[in-house]
């Protein structure tokens, strides 16, 4: 069964009639083709039956030279004023007005939306995501293994930026160090995003960007960082002490770790997500640290940083084999300092198992 | 004159109301903050004369502390549902249901938009990105001298990738590369786009991606790549002869190499975009290659990749000092091999100057 085959039972079993979808993972998980975001409108649009059809700039159309199946090529020109037309006789190619057309509201861009519901005024846009989610959410063999190696180099290049650190540094300069360990260890320059690199106060923000401050001894710093191997990703959360640091400060590092073994533990087919969540929840409340585990537990991963499944405390998806997704709870104290604890899980046929390896012991540099 | 001041005259003189901004460049020169465009949705709605609402994940509520200007924030929770109302209730308190919220297409998604929409059904959402541009399109002083620093850590950067390179390496290895030397001589890892390396046929795709082929003698090799510094890019161009190359090669080489420095001198106050493409392009077809010249001129930049002003033949828009833009040339023979020369350049009181300086001629590397 080739991938637009399952694209097609999906659609089906969802009652929709096709899909317009702008450049991103799931175009890329169906064709291959990997365009960039931008000015100009991508768009391909599929309806079971028939080969796909696909907007795009005339500059870009070398791209669609030896794919291994039927495509129809809309080009256009440079000049906006004539894209219009080119989406409408791409859409009514497909013979798509008055159909269900389902998209990405994640994804697609009102620039792409507006062109297509040009070409098919009396048509209605419902979500397509679940049935597209669907299609990626359980990973093959091939695709687990890309991720395996997502996550090793992520690893070897923490390891080796490890050794260039230096009290002193900021979290830009260490997150620079670490950019290049990526690269210098396989990643592809596409990264799935750069790495957080955020020590004391700024640690404490779940989702804060290095800054300039320099990381100082007492510190705990916080470093979510990950690869990307042949269109995977890894995203991992290591929490180091730097020097000596606050009994607390060892206590709630204590307390995350316990966490994320438990929440490590959870997963096995047919368990719901939530489950998964509540299991690294319940550590940290029963520690007295509830309030400050501000976010979910985790959430899916491969072509994507952040796709379904979610682990959400209200989250009953049942996971099942190939389910790849983190494990990464957090203690944050407003002002002061930071913890998480983050690695990638795999669903096996009984179980599962953690992608990543790297000790999560606390461990002191200096 | 504030930015938000700024914003509001041009509101009032594009008959808008409002506008409804996701993350990206326009936001982030309003009010400083940068999010990570993701699963959880953020918006800032702003309506003249009131303080902005922004709607956003309750864990990013930190970034808004000692923010320069008044903002009420509209958090929300990790639960989806809940969702919808938190964004009904910011829409109501700007009163903006029935008004004409202006929005980004290029920018919104429809996750974005449809939450607005939620809250004010009968409002209108016309394109603001005129209204928009106009606030980011005349750089002032800071803000050229950061894309002067951009371009230099990029030629910087390149100059030293050069040093490494090696006959035989990929369109790949050499990429990585040249990321490691971005990084090294001060990009921010969020690089404006990953380096396009693109040798033999792979450079007669203007917009390639870096491949495994080894480059070998005899390719031209198109390096297209820039840098970020604080928050501004820089994006050029040089063609490099891998060994000894055709003398067709050498030729067509020239050529650009003169339509780049007719484009180059073409730019001052009051002249029309379409002119510094014309005069590129009359360059390449007095020459015979007009058909092998398949995009336009060159594009704004700034803190975007791709802006406003666009240099294209049928764009009447005048150039006003400030303004900064690429002149990027280029011949592409399929299946053979393409050249293309990039420079960034910024209007002057009284003509134009190139931010970048690296030479242009063809340099032979082996």
């Not at 159909?99 to 792409?112: C, M, Q």
């Not at 203690?331 to 604890?341: A, E, F, S």
């Amino acid at each position: 069964m080739t991938r637009f085959d399952k694209l097609s039972a999906s659609l089906r079993d969802f009652g929709l009639d096709a899909v317009a979808l702008n450049p991103g993972p799931t175009l890329t998980y169906l064709t291959g083709l990997r365009f960039h975001l931008m000015e100009r409108p991508v768009v391909l649009l599929f309806a079971p039956g028939q080969p796909p059809a696909i907007v795009l700039p005339e500059l870009e159309t070398q791209k669609l030279v030896g794919l291994p199946f039927d495509v129809t090529p809309f080009p256009y020109g440079e000049n906006p004023a004539e894209w219009d037309a080119v989406f409408r006789r791409a859409v009514h190619s497909l013979n798509l007005d008055g159909k269900s057309i389902g998209v990405e509201p994640r994804a697609l861009r009102l620039l792409e939306f507006r062109y297509v519901k040009g070409g098919a005024p009396e048509a209605s846009f419902p979500d397509a995501s679940s049935a597209l989610a669907r299609l990626r959410i359980c990973k093959d063999q091939d695709e687990v293994q890309k991720m395996r190696r997502a996550v090793q180099v992520a690893q070897n290049a923490l390891e080796a930026a490890l050794q260039n650190f230096k009290v002193g540094m900021t979290e830009k300069e260490f997150a620079a160090e670490l950019t290049v360990q990526l690269l210098r260890h396989g990643s592809e320059p596409e990264m799935p995003f750069s790495p957080i690199v955020s020590a004391g106060p700024n640690g404490a923000n779940p989702h804060a960007s290095p800054g300039g401050r320099p990381i100082v001894r007492g510190d705990l710093l916080v470093v979510d960082w990950g690869a990307t191997v042949d269109g995977y990703i890894s995203d991992l959360t290591r929490t180091f002490a730097v020097g000596e640091v606050e009994a607390e400060y060892r206590k709630i590092h204590q307390i995350v770790q316990e966490a994320n073994a438990a929440g490590r533990a959870a997963g096995k087919p047919g368990v719901p997500c939530a489950d998964v969540d509540a299991a690294a929840r319940t550590v940290i409340e029963k520690a007295g640290y509830g309030p400050y585990f501000t976010h979910r537990t985790g959430h899916g991963i491969g072509m994507e940083g952040h796709e379904e499944p979610y682990m959400r405390g209200d989250n009953l998806q049942l996971l099942e084999e190939g389910m790849t997704y983190t494990v990464e709870p957090g203690i944050y104290l407003p002002g002061r300092n930071g913890v998480r604890i983050e690695d990638n899980m795999v669903i096996t046929q009984d179980g599962c198992e953690s992608l990543s390896d790297m000790a999560r012991e606390m461990r002191v540099i200096e």
